[in-house]
C-alpha cells in the first residue's frame, strides 16, 4: 500500500483536515514563515523560481534571435588546411576564418589546425550555423568569440559537430591567459538547433562565456580537463541532451562581483554530469524548473573530499530552487548543497553522498517530492529544516536529521559537528509528510527546538547509547502526527510536556533484535500501532492523535502481524501476540514504562 494511504488510515480526518489547512497557509506552525534570526546566514532567500529570477539580473535571449532567413547566409567552407568564403563579413588567412560583421554563416567541412573567429563591433546578432564541421586547432580556441553583441552557434538539423583544442595554447600577449576553452566567448553566447555537438577541452574548459550563455537545445557532449559549460554571468539551459565528462566542474556560473549573476537556470533536458569537482555550481542560484539529471561528483559517495576541495552534487552560493525533475546523484561531497537556502517543491531524488544528503547552512524548506537517500553522513541538515509534504526516506551513518547552525565542513570525521553549535535559533519543524530515518547517529536531531504539527515519522536506530532516536536541546511540542521513534535507551528523550498530544516512552530492561515487533492496542482490543524497527532496540517513543487521556492500553513484543507493511508498519490486519509488556494508562501528556522483562 502506498505510503499516502497509510498517512490516511493512521490519521483521523479531523487531524488531516487541521494538517492540510496548515499546509495551506504556512510551511510555519505560526499560519506565517516564522522569521529566525540566524546567525549562520544573513541572507534573505526566496522560496520559488519565480521570486529568485526576479532578484536576478535579465539575460540576452529573444525570440526574434531563433529565426532566420538562410538564403542570405554566407558559405564558410573548411578544406582540410584551408578555408574558402562565398558572401560577405568573413575574410580568410590562412587556417583561419575572421567573422567582422553581423549575420548568417554557414560553416561545413573539416579544419585540421586552425580556427573560427568571430570580431565585429556590429549591433546584431553573429548566427554559426555548423553543418557538420569537425574544427581543431593545436594552439588556440578553435571557435572564439572575442568581440560580438551576441553570438548564436546553430546546430544544423541531424549533423554531428566535433571541436577539439589541444594540451597547450599559444598567446600573442605573454600576459594574455585567455581564451581558455575550445569554444570561447568574451560576450553573450547562445547555443541552439537539433543537431549534435561534442567538445573536447584539452587545454582547460570545453565551452566558456565571459558573459551569459544560454543552451536553448542539442545534443551536445563536452570532455574536459577542467569545468565542461560555464557562463560567467548566467547559464541558462532551456533543454536538450548534455552529457559531460570533466575533471572539474560539470555546469558552473562564477560571477562574483554582482549579486544580481553568477547564477545557473535549468528549465528542462536530459543532463548527464561526470564531475571531479561539483556537478552544478553557481555562486549565486540554482534555479531548476523540471529535467532529468544523473550527476556524479569527485568520485562518488565511496570517495573523500580533501577540506579546501569541492565535490557536491548540486551547489548555490545563495538559492537552490527545484520545482520538479528527477535527481539521481552520486557525490563524494554534499549531494544538494546551498550556501544559505534551499527549497524543493517536488521531484524525484535518489541520492548517495559521501557527506550530507542535502545541506543548507541557513534553511531547507521541503514542500513535496519523493526523496530517497541511500547513504550519507547526516541526511538533510540545516540551522532550521521546515517539512511540509513529502515522502522522504533517509540512511545516516550519522543523524537523519541534524538542526545545527554553522558553514558546512567536509563531512568526513568532523569532530564536535565542525563548529556547530547549539542555540535557541534552530529548529525543526515537521508539519507533514512522510519521513522515514535508518540513522547510526542520532535519528532526528536538534540543537535547538522541534515542532511536530503533521505527518508521518518512523525513526530506526540508533543501537549505540551515546546517541538517540529523538535528541534535542531546547523543547520538542508536538500538537498532531504519527511518531514512532525506536532505538537505544542510553539518551532516549520524549517530546516535551507542552505537547497538546499524548506520547508514550517504553523502555525495554535489554535490547530487542532489529525486525521484533511491539504492539499496542486498546484495553478494548482495538489496534493502536504494530511495527517493527529494522535495527536493534530498547526504547520506543510513541505519540498519534489515537492515544486519548483516560485510556488503557496493553503493550506487546514479539509475535507477528497481518495486513498491509510498509516501512515495518503494519496496518488493516491481525496481530498475535507475543510477550506481554504490561499496560497504561493515559493521564500525562507523556506516560514513561519501563518492562518487568
Known sequence: MRKRELLFVLVSALFLSILVACQEDSLSPGG???????????????????????????DHDNAADYSWDSSDATQIVLNGNSISVEGSGASVNGSVVTIT????????????????????????????????????????????????????????????????????????????DEPDAAIFSKDDLTIFGNGALTVNGNYNEAIKSKDGLIIASGTIMVNSVDDGIQGKDY????????????????FKSNNDEDATLGYIAIENGNIQITAGGDAI?????????????????????TNSVSEDSSAKGLKAGVSLVIESGSFSINS?????????????????????????????????????????????YEGLESAVITIADGDIHITSSDDGINVAGGADGSGFGRPGQGGFSSSSNYYLYINGGY????????????????????????????????????????????????LVAAGSAGMVQAPGTSSTQYAVLLNFNASMPGGTLFHIESSEGEEIISFAPTKQYQSVVFSSPDLT???????????????????????EG??????SYGSFTVSDIVTRINSSR
Open 574 to 579: 491481525n496481530y498475535t501476540p507475543g510477550t
Open 101 to 176: 560583421a553581423s549575420g548568417n554563416y554557414h560553416i561545413s567541412g573539416s579544419l585540421a589546425d586552425g580556427q573560427v573567429i568571430v570580431d565585429t563591433e556590429d549591433e546584431n546578432i553573429v548566427r554559426l550555423i555548423l553543418d557538420g564541421v569537425d574544427i581543431s586547432s593545436a594552439s588556440s580556441a578553435p571557435i572564439y568569440v572575442a568581440s560580438a553583441e551576441k553570438t548564436m552557434i546553430v546546430l544544423a538539423d541531424n549533423t554531428e559537430n566535433y571541436v577539439t583544442d589541444s594540451d597547450s595554447y599559444v598567446f600573442e600577449d605573454p600576459e594574455e
Open 32 to 58: 506565517e514563515d516564522e522569521e529566525v534570526d540566524n546567525s549562520t546566514e544573513d541572507v534573505a532567500t526566496e522560496d520559488t523560481i519565480a521570486e529568485a529570477t526576479a532578484e536576478n539580473g535579465g
Open 281 to 301: 555550481q553557481a555562486e549565486t542560484d540554482v534555479l531548476i524548473t523540471d529535467g532529468e539529471f544523473t550527476l556524479t561528483s569527485g568520485g562518488g559517495s
Open 332 to 376: 563524494a561531497d554534499d549531494a544538494v548543497h546551498s550556501n544559505a537556502g534551499i527549497t524543493l517543491h517536488d521531484g524525484t531524488f535518489d541520492i548517495s553522498s559521501g557527506d550530507d544528503g542535502m545541506h543548507a547552512d541557513a534553511s531547507l524548506k521541503i514542500y513535496g517530492g519523493d526523496i530517497l537517500i541511500t547513504k550519507s
Open 435 to 482: 519521513i522515514v530515518v535508518d540513522a547510526d547517529g542520532d535519528g532526528l536531531d536538534a540543537n535547538g527546538s522541534i515542532e511536530m504539527n503533521g505527518g508521518v515519522v518512523l525513526v530506526n536506530g540508533p543501537t549505540a547509547n551515546n546517541n538517540g532516536a529523538l535528541d534535542y536541546d531546547g523543547s520538542f511540542e508536538i500538537t498532531a502526527g504519527v
Open 235 to 250: 547559464l541558462i539551459v532551456k533543454n536538450g541532451n548534455i552529457t559531460a565528462n570533466v575533471s572539474g566542474d560539470g
Open 549 to 571: 487521556n483516560g485510556t488503557t492500553y496493553n503493550v506487546y513484543y514479539g509475535g507477528s502481524a497481518s495486513g498491509a507493511e510498509a516501512d515495518g508498519l503494519y496496518q
